[in-house]
Structures are given as C-alpha cells and as structure tokens.
C-alpha cells in the first residue's frame, strides 16, 4: 500500500538549519507532484512547496522563499526539504504528501516535528 515516512525533524536554534525527507513507498514516485505541508499548533495544515513529477518544476509558499528548497530523488523515492535561516514561526509538524488525481485521494505522511527555538 502507499507509505509516506518523513524524517529529519527536530529542535534547532532560530537560524539554523534542518533537512527533512519523504520516503515513499507502494506506489509509481516518480509521475506523483510531492508536497510539503506544515501544521503549527491551533493553526490549519498549509502549503510549504511542492515539486512536479518529471520537469522537477518547484512552487514554495511566500513565508518560505528564498529559505527552503524542496528536492527529489525518484532513484530514491525520496523527497526532500532543505531548511535554512529558519525562525521560531516555522515551528510544527511537517508532513508530506501526493495526490492521486484519478482516485481523488491525498496520502499524507505521519508528519515529522521541527520546533524552532532558542
């Protein structure tokens, strides 16, 4: 079945760095748009990048431009997110997901915990 395993989450200071990855499994990775989204506490789910299947076309939230950048290994099936200059307001859990069109389903990640804080 589809399997999404993040991992890389963690307790980093403002301004530093994290790169989380997106395992994916049971299904054809590399024709699938990957997402990342983040959940803060008492806020709604949201977009943080996402990233196309075959041109690797990127589309980043504008709280994220120019600090993130979201990348993907099809060899692999992995998908990645590289965080930088990150601040306390980028703290939540980071989930990723893909979206099967035809079956109008979205599979998410267990999500992974990045808490910003000095």
């Known amino acids: 079945q589809v399997q999404l395993v993040e991992s890389g989450g963690g307790l980093v200071q403002p301004g530093g760095s994290l790169r989380l990855s997106c395992a994916g499994s049971?299904?054809?990775?590399?024709?699938?748009?990957m997402s990342w989204y983040r959940q803060a506490p008492g806020k709604e789910r949201e977009l943080v990048a996402d990233?196309?299947?075959?041109?690797?076309?990127?589309n980043y939230a504008d709280f994220v431009k120019g600090r993130f950048t979201i990348s993907r290994d099809n060899g692999k099936t992995t998908v990645f997110l590289q965080m930088n200059s990150l601040k306390p307001e980028d703290t939540g859990v980071y989930y990723c997901?893909?979206?099967?069109?035809?079956?109008?389903?979205?599979?998410w990640g267990q999500g992974t915990q990045v808490t910003v804080s000095s």
């Open positions: 997901k893909t979206r099967f069109v035809a079956q109008g389903r979205d599979y």
């Open positions: 049971g299904f054809t990775f590399s024709v699938y748009i």
């Open positions: 990233i196309s299947s075959v041109s690797g076309r990127t």
